[in-house]
């Protein structure tokens, strides 16, 4: 089992990806400053797990640097073609997204 870690350069990528791997999906967010945050507006529910998001500081430096790394965490449960949507918004991310993020998974033994 393996861990793969996603950016932004997959976006609307299908990723191979086996069962039981973990997928660990970083984003780029300035949240202070914008008020725009990644939220999940949808995943495949059937055969993957969302372990949860998580705020990481960014590397940027300086005074009003506030960018951060979102961490989101799914777990590959069954075999299949499933995906991920985020959003980033400044409210609902199924409804008000002003950018999405998607990745489509194809999943095997």
């Given at each position: 089992?393996?861990?793969?870690?996603?950016?932004?350069?997959?976006?609307?990528?299908?990723?191979?990806?086996?069962?039981?791997?973990?997928?660990?999906?970083?984003?780029?967010?300035?949240?202070?400053?914008?008020?725009?945050?990644?939220?999940?507006?949808?995943?495949?529910?059937?055969?993957?797990?969302?372990?949860?998001?998580?705020?990481?500081?960014?590397?940027?430096?300086?005074?009003?640097?506030?960018?951060?790394?979102?961490?989101f965490r799914?777990?590959?449960?069954?075999?299949?073609?499933?995906?991920?949507?985020?959003?980033?918004s400044r409210?609902?991310?199924?409804?008000?997204?002003?950018?999405?993020?998607?990745?489509?998974l194809d999943?095997?033994?």
């Open positions: 089992m393996a861990e793969l870690v996603i950016g932004i350069s997959e976006n609307n990528q299908t990723i191979p990806v086996s069962v039981g791997d973990s997928i660990r999906i970083v984003l780029h967010q300035n949240a202070a400053s914008s008020g725009f945050e990644w939220g999940v507006a949808g995943f495949s529910d059937n055969i993957l797990t969302f372990d949860g998001r998580r705020i990481e500081q960014g590397s940027g430096n300086g005074i009003g640097s506030g960018q951060q790394d979102v961490v799914f777990q590959a449960n069954h075999e299949g073609a499933g995906f991920v949507d985020l959003g980033l409210g609902d991310p199924k409804v008000s997204s002003n950018f999405k993020f998607r990745v489509d999943i095997s033994t």
